[in-house]
């Protein structure tokens, strides 16, 4: 079955439209971006509880209760609560390095499956849990979970959308993580009303819920065109699935082209070894640089901890948890708006616009708080909603750039001969990065105060001229065609030389 938009084969594009195949299983694959926005937004709004921070974490509580000379910056300034937290993204940097040689030996869908089980797993584990050291266990199979899906999961994506849709499909990951916090906020709003204090239960074992979506799914979707030749010596099954994804047999084109690069990426029997190479080079200083900048542009501060933050500023448990649901809506739906314009935009563009929303909007709510924000007491109720409304803001920027686009440009700038360990370097740097962050953010938060926002806010200058200056359009360019942009560049091509010889000696290699 398949469903209008006709693609025909010219000016690099191959034969094909957008099938509802390919529509259900982008979809069902994405899931694995709900289960880890799920899990970024369920952890900060348990952590603000106080049934939850009472049970788990009881020197916090009583900080937040009982001392009123505490500094309004460091009331939850804990190592083991943020262990609880961060615990899940070591997990996630290790498991994603054991996902690639998974990914790459046997396929994407393998590695969908382990991280659906793991995310079951780790989902009873949390919300049955009766000490810290089971909840700390329940993040952690999560963290395995989130390695697993996040390593396999844009590439499975990338590879089975046509050239001109790959950003919009890959961005129902981002799309997917966006729901994902949204209905983490959502839900933590219901359960801390729950009469009882264990609502917190609830929101922790509700992971399990599209961790079975994606474990079905996982099963029933079919592998990659790519993944099948690079593990298979017959072409017919790989042309047989490219046929119905496409919803045309004409797919030669296309078909040669993955045979092709299988041919090279069979050449590479050590990739994480042969990535370091100078013809890799733009590849590895992005699969580095992006998810660093990811991490800098301040996100999941407040993702992780906007409840918190707001009740930094001032608010009450049930209207931080509110507040935070505001700003998950306005997260993703500026995803979606992404989705719709990432093809016809392209990527430099969305970040650049991006970049200057989130820098503007950091120092503006990094002054109020200098000057309306003193150690006790909180802000007012008209300056907290302004703080608010420039989160939503910023927000917005980051959800229509470096959110998605931190997910799809590398999953779409690797050749397949280092595709796999390629993703793995992006995704293990993304939870080594995030990791940093989440465990030292309470600690900074006491001790910057309001300046966390000018640091954050110093990093996005940075990265929007990196971005400027050295990341080239990929919008529209086949994904095993991908070689040429570099080639193009003003300074890469300084580095990486001439395709054609780079084409010339892989030959020579396989000859």
């Given at each position: 079955m398949a469903v209008g938009l006709a693609i025909a084969s010219e000016g690099g594009q191959y034969n094909g439209r957008l099938t509802l195949?390919?529509?259900?299983?982008?979809?069902?694959?994405?899931?694995?971006?709900?289960?880890?926005?799920?899990?970024?937004?369920?952890?900060?709004?348990?952590?603000?509880?106080?049934?939850?921070?009472?049970?788990?974490?009881?020197?916090?509580?009583?900080?937040?209760?009982?001392?009123?000379?505490?500094?309004?910056?460091c009331k939850f300034d804990s190592q083991l609560l943020t262990s609880f937290t961060s615990s899940l993204y070591i997990a996630g940097l290790i498991s994603s390095f054991l996902a690639s040689p998974v990914t790459g030996a046997f396929g994407r869908k393998p590695s969908i499956l382990i991280g659906g089980a793991a995310f079951l797993a780790g989902s009873a584990l949390g919300g049955a849990a009766v000490n810290v050291y089971m909840l700390i266990l329940g993040?952690?199979?999560?963290?395995?979970?989130?390695?697993?899906?996040?390593?396999?999961?844009?590439?499975?994506?990338?590879?089975?959308?046509?050239?001109?849709?790959?950003?919009?499909?890959?961005?129902?990951?981002?799309?997917?993580?966006?729901?994902?916090?949204?209905?983490?906020n959502i839900i933590n709003f219901g359960t801390e009303k729950i009469k009882g204090g264990w609502g917190w239960r609830i929101s922790l074992a509700l992971a399990a819920l599209p961790a079975s979506i994606l474990t079905i799914g996982a099963i029933l979707l079919p592998e990659t065109p790519n993944s099948l030749i690079q593990n298979s010596s017959n072409p017919d099954k790989a042309k047989t699935v490219l046929q119905r994804i496409r919803g045309t047999t004409d797919v030669q084109a296309e078909l040669d082209d993955l045979i092709e690069a299988s041919s090279i990426s069979k050449t590479i029997n050590r990739p994480f070894r042969k990535i370091i190479q100078r013809k890799y080079r733009p590849q590895l200083v992005m699969a580095i640089a992006i998810p660093f900048f990811q991490q800098v542009t301040g996100i999941n501060v407040i993702t992780f901890y906007a409840?918190?933050?707001?009740?930094?500023?001032?608010?009450?448990?049930?209207?931080?948890?509110?507040?935070?649901?505001?700003?998950?809506?306005?997260?993703?739906?500026?995803?979606?708006?992404?989705?719709?314009?990432?093809?016809?935009?392209?990527?430099?563009?969305?970040?650049?616009?991006?970049?200057?929303?989130?820098?503007?909007?950091q120092i503006t709510i990094g002054v109020i708080m200098a000057i309306l924000l003193v150690d006790h007491g909180g802000l007012s109720k008209g300056y907290a909603y302004l703080v608010l409304a420039l989160i939503c803001v910023y927000v917005a920027g980051f959800a229509w750039s470096w959110?998605?686009?931190?997910?799809?440009?590398?999953?779409?700038?690797f050749p397949l001969e280092i595709r796999s360990a390629g993703q793995s370097i992006t995704v293990a740097m993304g939870f080594l990065f995030t990791f940093i962050i989440a465990q030292s953010f309470l600690a900074m938060l006491c001790r910057f105060k309001s300046g966390i926002f000018f640091f954050f806010g110093g990093w996005v200058m940075v990265m929007t001229a990196f971005v400027y200056f050295l990341l080239p359009e990929t919008k529209n360019v086949p994904i095993e065609q991908m070689e040429k942009v570099w080639k193009d560049h003003w300074f890469w091509k300084i580095i990486v030389g001439e395709m054609d010889d780079e084409k010339k000696a892989y030959t020579q290699q396989g000859a």
């Open positions: 195949l390919v529509l259900v299983s982008c979809m069902m694959a994405a899931t694995g971006g709900i289960i880890f926005g799920y899990d970024l937004g369920i952890s900060g709004g348990v952590t603000s509880m106080e049934p939850f921070l009472k049970k788990f974490f009881p020197k916090v509580y009583t900080k937040m209760k009982e001392d009123t000379k505490i500094n309004n910056y993040r952690v199979l999560l963290g395995v979970g989130v390695g697993f899906a996040n390593q396999s999961v844009p590439l499975y994506i990338s590879e089975m959308a046509l050239p001109r849709h790959r950003g919009a499909m890959n961005i129902g990951f981002q799309c997917g993580v966006g729901l994902g916090v949204l209905s983490a409840p918190i933050l707001f009740r930094t500023i001032g608010q009450g448990e049930s209207a931080s948890l509110m507040s935070a649901v505001v700003t998950g809506l306005v997260g993703t739906t500026a995803t979606f708006i992404s989705a719709l314009v990432v093809d016809k935009l392209g990527r430099k563009t969305l970040f650049m616009i991006g970049g200057i929303q989130m820098f503007a909007t959110g998605p686009l931190g997910w799809l440009v590398p999953s779409e700038i």
